[in-house]
């Protein structure tokens, strides 16, 4: 079975977990009445909130939809942006991450393996006043007839700082004739260190538990890549970022080897 692994321990190295502030349960059933949605049957219990879903898909050539409920248990209003990662996806497969609203493009796997959903766009947030639920969050995963099993990340963060974590969790899809195994922790040996962050001329990147040369790849909000360079650890012991020409923003850095992401960090430039 071929597959692309992109095993990332991702974005919320730098991010702050914020405990306690949404529950994710399994989806309800409801029926739009008058154009609104009307709970029908309630939606279970157990908070999904770290923990991995594990589905079966369905539809091996077309689309399998998921959803999921987001409550805010905060006592603050919260705008929340998703953050989708490809921890482990099979080539020729596509995803999609909706609020109701989903972006016109499915994601192909490894085009984007960390997306913003919806880049800046406004569309693609969801505010909820406390206590309140978004009942429209859906995942969309299509196998396009291939063999193996996709495991996704899903990551809720602050709209404004993208720098708070409310909750995560993942999705594991399986359409495989034979075992088919993923794990976000093959690649818990290796460390890095991303400083400054903010950075505002140079960011200095180190690493360890890499013993070969590595791609480093740069790429902003909307999954453009900006900048990438080939280093080998072993012939130096870090990696400069030149920040002096990058805007304001944030930006991701990878650490890839061939086909593989080992580990992605949020970098914030600001002059």
């Known amino acids: 079975m071929k597959r692309i692994l992109l095993s990332v321990l991702v974005l919320s190295l730098i991010a702050v977990s914020v405990d306690a502030q949404l529950k994710i349960i399994e989806h309800g059933v409801y029926q739009f009445i008058d154009g609104q949605p009307v709970l029908v049957e309630p939606a279970g219990t157990e908070d999904l909130n770290g923990t991995t879903i ?6 091996l050539t077309g ?25 482990s996806v099979v080539p020729e497969t596509e995803n999609n991450v909706c609020w109701g609203l989903c972006p016109i493009s499915t994601q192909t796997a ?6 913003i959903v919806g880049g ?8 909820l006043a406390p206590g309140d639920t978004a009942i429209t969050f859906a995942f969309h995963y299509e196998p396009n007839g291939t063999d193996g099993c996709s495991l996704f990340k899903l990551e809720f963060f602050d709209n404004e700082t993208t720098s708070i ?24 040996n290796i460390e890095t260190s991303l400083s400054p962050n903010p950075a505002s001329n140079i960011a200095s990147l180190t690493m360890s538990g890499i013993d070969k040369p590595v791609d480093i ?55």
């Open 54 to 59: 594990e589905l079966e898909a369905e539809d």
């Open 63 to 87: 689309d399998n939809e998921h959803q999921v409920w987001v409550v805010n248990e905060s006592n603050e209003t919260l705008t929340l942006r998703c953050v989708r990662t490809e921890l």
């Open 110 to 115: 490894g085009d984007q393996p960390v997306w």
């Open 120 to 127: 800046t766009a406004p569309a693609f947030t969801e505010t």
């Open 165 to 188: 974590l409310y909750g995560s969790f993942n999705l594991n899809f399986e359409h495989s004739s034979s075992a088919c195994v993923t794990s976000v922790d093959e690649f818990e």
């Open 217 to 271: 790849q740069i790429f902003d909000l909307l999954g453009q890549t900006i900048a990438k360079d080939r280093f080998n650890p072993l012939s130096a012991d870090r990696y400069l970022i030149d920040t002096n020409n990058m805007g304001n923003g944030i930006y991701f850095v990878s650490i890839q080897d061939e086909n593989q992401v080992l580990k992605t960090m949020k970098l914030v430039v600001k002059h």
